[in-house]
């Protein structure tokens, strides 16, 4: 399904080059929004590491 999704975005991109210049714009600013707010990165890591932290504990608990 991903790769469905992800064929389609780079179809649209190609068709419509100003989109890209717009999810740029977009992906560009919640970069420097989430750099400049140290918190939102800590969370943004946690929500990324919890699938392994958890698997790792459950290795050991078991």
């Known amino acids: 399904m991903?790769?469905?999704i992800f064929g389609a975005l780079l179809g649209?991109?190609?068709a419509?080059?100003?989109l890209g210049a717009i999810l740029l714009a977009i992906v560009g600013t919640a970069a420097v929004a989430a750099?400049?707010?140290p918190p939102l990165l800590?969370?943004?890591a946690g929500v990324w590491a919890w699938p392994?932290?958890?698997r790792t504990v459950r290795r050991?608990?078991?």
């Open 60 to 62: 050991w608990a078991a």
């Open 2 to 4: 991903m790769r469905i």
């Open 52 to 54: 392994r932290i958890a």
């Open 12 to 14: 649209l991109l190609v």
């Open 35 to 37: 750099a400049s707010y």
């Open 42 to 44: 800590v969370a943004a």
């Open 16 to 18: 419509f080059p100003a």
